[in-house]
């Protein structure tokens, strides 16, 4: 009974709020003459993504460890400069 009581009263707490923005009326009127965008087979795409290719761990961390290197130069530097 105390549930069913606390539903009601946030029911009716929660129809006291702010309104939602009419989002419609932003809608140009060109947005609403346009047409609706094609629907495409899903067959196709799942079969592209078959072909990605994994990343490589090897060139990933070398790349992060370039990454790394020039964050550290660049402190280095900050580290230099007279404040």
Known sequence: ???LVLLVA???LT???PSRPDLASR???EGHAADFPALVPLG???QGADAL???SAEREGQT???RAA???????LLRQMAL
């Open 1 to 3: 009974m105390l549930r």
């Open 10 to 12: 946030l029911a009716g």
């Open 15 to 17: 129809a006291c709020g």
């Open 27 to 29: 809608i140009s009127a």
């Open 44 to 46: 196709p795409l799942l």
């Open 53 to 55: 290719v994994p990343r």
């Open 64 to 66: 992060l460890e370039a």
């Open 70 to 76: 020039d964050l550290r130069r660049r402190a280095a």
